[in-house]
């Protein structure tokens, strides 16, 4: 009948089954047998369980760092815009700097020894060729007449540039001295031997008409002479290259680097064209 | 052989599923339990026999793998699984209101069977009642209307959509 009962009732049947085997387990949980069926389940699920563990902290690891490189990536983009900034704001100083210091220097000079003298900046350059002619920002305006010398700064030295050619309201031309047509009379520094600094359209100029007993030799210092009122006397045009003798015998001829930045100078000094411009010779 | 990969598949399943809630989904030490949802879930989806099965079997397994008392997770899954079972046909289990209510009340029932056997065992209370109770029961009820519609999904992709007691 009990049997017929449970026949019937399947569940309850199973059930009971199952409450009278937690029960055993319950009872009986210290027995040897209980111990070690939990023990072989364990070693069954404990790899289930371990793995997973190391798969929720290896996930878990991994959200870490794609969070972070999500946030480092943000970072980097921050820092990519700052840092684009800041190399732009560096260059702009830098050159801030330059042109600080290549004004301070003229303004210096000026000071000195030429304190009517008209500074200009470089706006223009003769696109046929880069050392015939620049274009200033000061013209009639300004103070600026034709055949007036200008000079620029290198370093803390002076440097001949060339001669005002042209004038107009509020610009000039200035004809550059290794221009072709270009002629000024020097002198050889502490010699004395006197020649005609010209032009041959190149990076250097030749020192023309030195007497053929001269002892010029490279590495001497060429001034301006002051012949003809035009430029002061004394102002440093350049080094000498070499020294040779003209193809006909009669003169020495010596070639000349100029000491003025011709190709990238950005600021000069205009002088009063008068019979005072007198510059004190300092080597 | 179906059969057979059904039932591993369900008890590896479930097993990792209160895993990752456990390792997930923790509010003041309680988590979800999944196993217990399931359970109740299948007992009005598919009758005593049914769950009563599952339930005992991942008691057991939860019992092998936890550190209380051996045989009181198979003892109370299999219980639930059986009464929960027995008010299948009584209840409109398909309304999401009615399966909550249905989770509360497994679960306070699971505590209390729980806790009773923890006293007649002479195993100490680990945790104060009422206010994990409540927070087992909030888990639980939010979790309770996605354990019937996963259940029966489950079930149904195996094939196992008849009656069992």
Sequence with gaps: MIGEFLHRNKALAVLLGFVLISLLCLTMRVDPYVTGIKTSLWFLLSPEVVHSGEFFNRLDALKGRVFRLIYVEGENHVLREQNSRLAVGVLEREALEAENSRLRALLNLKTKHFADAIAAEVIARDPRDWFHAVVLNKGEKHGVTESAAVVAVEGERLALVGQIIEVHPTTSKVLLLTDAISAVSASVMERGDMGLVEGRNRRWVFMNYLSPTSEASPGEEILTLGLGGVFPPGIPIGRIESVSQTNDGYFRQAKVFPYAPLDSMLEVLVLKRTEEVRLKVVP | ??????????????????????????????????????????????????????????????????????????????VIGYVAGLFRRRMASERPATQIVIVLVATAAYWSLGHAVQIAFEEPIRRPLWPFLLVQMLLNGCLATAAFWSVERWIRLWGFDQDHG
Excluded at chain 2, 37 to 57: D, T
């Design chain 2, 1 to 78: 052989m179906k059969r057979v990969l059904y039932f591993g598949a369900t008890l590896l399943v479930g097993l990792m599923l209160q895993l990752v809630c456990v390792h997930y989904i923790s509010f003041f030490g309680a988590s979800p339990q999944i196993l217990l949802l399931i359970v109740v879930a299948m007992g009005f989806l598919r009758g005593s026999l049914f769950s009563e099965i599952h339930g005992f079997v991942w008691g057991f397994m939860a019992d092998a793998v936890g550190a209380g008392l051996f045989g009181m997770q198979s003892l109370l899954l299999a």
